[in-house]
């Protein structure tokens, strides 16, 4: 059976395999012009990723490197799952203003519930390494946060109900998952202290190689059309007629 | 094997499988067929009129004075009335969603911003939340003996929602007043 060490450096391997193939993928299909900060999160992941392969780990300068890194990353997440929302309500102007109110709303929750749930991790300081332990704290809260930032974005964008392309419904999947798998691991890294931080790396390791290897597979350019258009017969013709009356009539009680 | 370990191996997936199926239901491509036009012309809120009348005092109270009528028998009625007004309440609340969702399509396939219609359509979903939940208090106050339902709010809140929706037939408009 290989050692802990031997996993990650396959796990490692198969992860900058996999975003060279999905970099490649987004650029042949010209995806990444539509999913652009999701391309440049795929690259600078990548780039960190080879960087600090090539680092010797257990060093001043790896964990600087690491820290110094990490907020690139994050910020880069934040602007991935705002570009998602921004891809599900283009083509909706009618609902443009209350969107961003939405995002607004969307953006305090979740970070108030996840500086909620720093109570929990508050109680469990580690003093022989607390840079390393603050930066474990503030990475969790900001995949917490993003993890509920893109349900609530979810949720509203399901109340209307707007329409998704399968590449944007395969894209929200893979998110989710990605965020919840990191969110309920780092959460267990911070429980357990210390001592367990290599195992649950790489069950990180992997769970970020998973998400590469579904999007490889799942993202595509025919996934980019919408569901078959509604209005496929008279009776739908009728009702489309009908919701532009009721919409008339909304307006004028608005107006009132 | 050590114990986080095996937290971790049972959690994760299952937390992650749990988020999974709750963005893939919400991303589940919807259908407008709730939205009839046929139903949405012909509703009227007549329909629930018999709601106010179903747990007023005057009939039991009727029932009660006459000659051979027990206690037990008028707390049957009041529970097989509460009955069928909860299949009533059941059905105020679907409509009242479909009249909601018609309104939204309306407004996510509007042609401009419309910021007005979507506050209109946020006020109205929660007075008609606040509506329900007093009804429910006072079906629990029912159940226990205490007062009747009224439910003029709630069907007011109906009424609001249809007018604004304004696909109701003229004739219609003045038989539910």
């Known amino acids: 059976m290989p050692s802990l060490a031997e996993a990650r450096l396959a796990v490692t391997i198969i992860q900058i395999v996999a975003y060279v193939l999905l970099l490649s993928k987004?650029?042949?299909?010209?995806?990444?012009?539509?999913?652009?900060?999701?391309?440049?999160?795929?690259?600078?992941?990548?780039?960190?990723?080879?960087?600090?392969?090539?680092?010797?780990?257990r060093t001043d300068f790896y964990a600087y490197s690491y820290i110094a890194t990490g907020p690139i990353i994050w910020i880069l997440l934040v602007l991935v799952v705002l570009e998602f929302f921004h891809l599900i309500l283009r083509n909706h102007i009618g609902i443009a203003s209350i969107g961003k109110k939405a995002v607004t709303?969307?953006?305090?929750?979740?970070?108030?519930?996840?500086?909620?749930?720093?109570?929990?991790?508050?109680?469990?300081?580690?003093?022989?390494?607390?840079v390393l332990f603050n930066f474990m704290l503030l990475e969790r809260l900001v995949t917490t946060s993003l993890l509920l930032l893109l349900l609530c974005l979810v949720i509203f964008a399901s109340h209307f109900p707007v329409p998704v392309s399968r590449n944007i419904r395969t894209h929200a999947s893979i998110f989710a998952v990605f965020f919840a798998g990191r969110t309920a691991i780092l959460f267990l890294r911070m429980w357990f202290g210390l001592d367990v931080v290599a195992v649950l790396n790489f069950a990180l390791q992997s769970l970020g190689a998973a998400?590469?290897?579904?999007?490889?597979?799942?993202?595509?350019?025919?996934?980019?059309?919408?569901?078959?258009?509604?209005?496929?017969?008279?009776?739908?013709?009728?009702?489309l007629e009908q919701l532009e009356a009721i919409n008339e009539s909304l307006l004028r009680s608005a107006r009132k | 094997m050590t114990f986080p370990v095996i937290v971790t191996l049972a959690l994760v997936p299952c937390f992650g499988a749990a988020i999974l199926l709750l963005v893939r239901r919400l991303t589940a491509p919807s259908t407008v067929s709730e939205c009839d036009p046929e139903w949405l012309a012909n509703f009227s809120t007549t329909t629930y009129r018999p709601m106010q009348r179903l747990l007023s005092d005057s009939d039991l109270k009727y029932l009660a004075a006459q000659p051979g009528i027990t206690a037990k028998t008028v707390s049957e009625l009041r529970r097989e009335r509460r009955r069928i007004f909860r299949a009533y309440l059941r059905n105020l609340v679907r409509d009242f969603h479909r009249l909601h969702l018609a309104a939204r399509m309306t407004l996510l396939y509007a042609t401009e911003d419309r910021p007005d219609l979507a506050q209109t359509l946020m006020r109205q979903r929660a007075m008609f939340t606040w509506a329900v939940l007093t009804v429910e208090f006072r079906l629990m106050l029912h159940a226990a003996g205490l007062g009747p339902v009224?439910?003029?709010d709630l069907i007011g809140a109906l009424e609001n929602m249809r007018i604004n929706v304004g696909v109701m037939a003229p004739s219609a408009q003045a038989a539910s007043y």
Not at chain 1, 28 to 56: G, P, Q, W
Not at chain 1, 116 to 122: K, P, Y
Not at chain 1, 211 to 239: F, H, K, M, T, Y
């Open chain 1, 26 to 57: 987004l650029f042949r299909s010209r995806l990444y012009e539509k999913y652009r900060y999701f391309s440049f999160l795929i690259f600078a992941d990548a780039a960190r990723l080879a960087f600090m392969a090539s680092l010797k780990p």
């Open chain 1, 211 to 239: 998400c590469l290897i579904a999007w490889i597979v799942l993202l595509d350019p025919a996934g980019e059309q919408l569901p078959a258009p509604q209005v496929a017969n008279a009776s739908e013709r009728r009702l």
């Open chain 1, 105 to 130: 709303v969307a953006l305090i929750v979740s970070a108030a519930i996840s500086a909620g749930t720093l109570l929990l991790d508050l109680q469990r300081t580690s003093a022989e390494a607390a």
């Open chain 2, 150 to 152: 009224d439910v003029s």
